[in-house]
């Protein structure tokens, strides 16, 4: 691991309009305003900063404290904050100390529109425009924050646990006899990952279809930023299926090439992730043991949610990465090939950072793994570094970048970032047989800053 002690500067000028610096403003408002009405308190609290500064909308206190109060009903600390400060000095709503009481935050009776102003401007820091605006402009999600800074939504070990054993049960329960166990997770595997996103996909399935139709119908050709952001998320699927459409089928032949349609809608990042998975040779067999409609019936089980609802994204990848390591343990033959235990991961992380801690600082930082196998050195190094940052007072923003020979790992590494809501980690992850570290450097260009 090499360190450069010296973080990337924030871009940008005093001054300047901190929009300006990310483009066309329509098209981030545009895009911010969808993310809002779909409840996204990050992108709520990003559209009440544009209406009360008047960045891309005339400015309307009104409106701002609008969305300033969805987002604090999401529990958002600087939305409680400036919703508070409205309420203190009387801006955009009547004054209200009963209101700022409740709010509990930082309200004084000395607030003033002046700090008010200040306020906003920290609302519309640069790395919330990178995290929303760019995003939303190249059709990356934005999700959804959780309900404490820096906390991580998670589910209670009973629960976890249930889960990985339902979808553990189903190999069992439907693979035996059609595939050597060493074979399961080449079905269960890509099973999940679709089940997941599909279940992800639902809401918005419909504004995909039909932005999908309005495109065609304009003989437009490069279609994935939109069909992106009408699906709010780093992917999209534009087939007319859904697996809940396909569980109804009682002809094998029919099932099998509805659900061939299925998985040809999906986007170039997922497809990426089935190919490399092999996925579609799987097909064949479990359709001529009329499997298929068992499987997907299993995946939609009521007993187990895998969608938004049931299980966030963090708490998601963790339950795919406990099934690859018992997959990989259950096939002795490659144990330990595809999967290094966690706590070994997080001691090399804490051996190769501890000793330059104090040498970080606040900044932007690339981290890049030349074998990432199926990801979990990237995402702990990730983890350690802003633990770290935090307990030295600094704020850091990481990007990852890995490359990866072996095409089943280089998969699961890119649906586990995918499933964890990490779009644009997920697209800068390289990998496959042609793709081997030292004869094709997948990132000629790029300096990094952990290796």
């Known amino acids: 691991m090499l360190f450069r002690s010296r973080a990337r500067k924030r871009e940008g000028s005093k001054g300047r309009s901190p929009l300006a610096k990310f483009g066309n403003e329509k098209c981030n408002l545009a895009g911010l305003l969808i993310a809002a009405n779909r409840g996204y308190a990050m992108a709520q609290r990003a559209l009440g900063a544009s209406y009360a500064v008047g960045i891309g909308v005339p400015q309307d206190y009104a409106k701002a404290c609008e969305w ?52 906003l401007t920290e609302l ?130 029919q099932l099998l090439a509805d659900f061939e349609d299925y998985l040809n809608g999906f986007s170039p990042n997922v497809q990426d992730i089935l190919d490399n998975f092999k ?10 043991a009329d499997a298929l409609g068992t499987l997907i019936s299993k995946f939609l089980d009521p007993e187990v949610d895998l969608s938004p609802a ?38 090399m992380a804490r051996l190769i950072f501890l000793p330059i801690a104090n040498a970080i600082e606040s900044g932007t930082y690339l981290l890049y793994d030349g074998a990432c196998g199926t990801g979990g050195m990237l995402t702990v190094a990730e983890e350690t570094l802003h633990q770290l940052a935090e307990e030295h007072g600094k704020e850091v923003a990481t990007h990852l970048y890995g490359q990866e020979i072996n095409a089943e790992t280089y998969a699961i590494c890119k649906a586990d970032l995918l499933l964890k809501g990490e779009g644009e980690a997920a697209d800068n992850i390289i990998g496959g047989p042609e793709h081997s570290t030292l004869s094709n450097d997948a990132f000629p260009s790029r300096e990094f800053d952990f290796m």
Not at 91 to 117: F, H, M, Y
Not at 155 to 171: E, L, P, R, Y
Not at 225 to 250: E, P, V
Not at 279 to 288: A, C, D, E, M, V
């Open 68 to 119: 300033f109060h969805k987002a604090a009903l999401q529990n958002l600390d600087l939305a409680q904050r400036a919703l508070a400060t409205f309420y203190e000095s009387g801006i955009g709503v009547p004054k209200d100390r009963k209101e700022v009481a409740s709010l509990d935050c930082w309200g004084t009776t000395q607030e003033t529109n002046q700090k008010a102003l200040a306020l």
């Open 124 to 253: 519309w820091s640069e790395q919330l425009f990178r995290a929303v605006c760019v995003k939303l402009c190249m059709g990356q999600p934005v999700w959804k924050y959780s309900t404490k800074p820096g906390d991580k939504a998670g589910m209670d070990q009973a629960t976890h646990n249930k889960i990985v054993s339902f979808i553990w049960g189903i190999a069992d329960d439907v693979l035996r006899d059609l595939f050597k166990r060493g074979k399961y997770p080449d079905a269960i595997l890509p099973m999940c990952v679709l089940r997941r996103l599909d279940a992800v996909l639902e809401p918005t399935k419909q504004a995909v279809l039909d932005t999908k139709k309005m495109l065609d119908e304009a003989r437009i050709t490069e279609q994935r930023a939109a069909l992106a952001a009408a699906a709010g998320q780093a992917f999209y699927n534009t087939s007319k299926f859904t697996l809940r459409d396909l569980k109804a089928r009682g002809n094998p032949q």
């Open 279 to 288: 996925f579609r040779n799987q097909l064949p067999t479990l359709s001529k």
């Open 310 to 347: 049931g299980i966030d994204n963090h708490a998601m990848g963790t339950v795919f990465e406990e099934l690859v390591r018992k997959f990989n343990e259950e096939n002795n033959e490659e144990a330990g090939e595809h999967w290094t235990p966690r706590d070994a991961v997080r001691l």
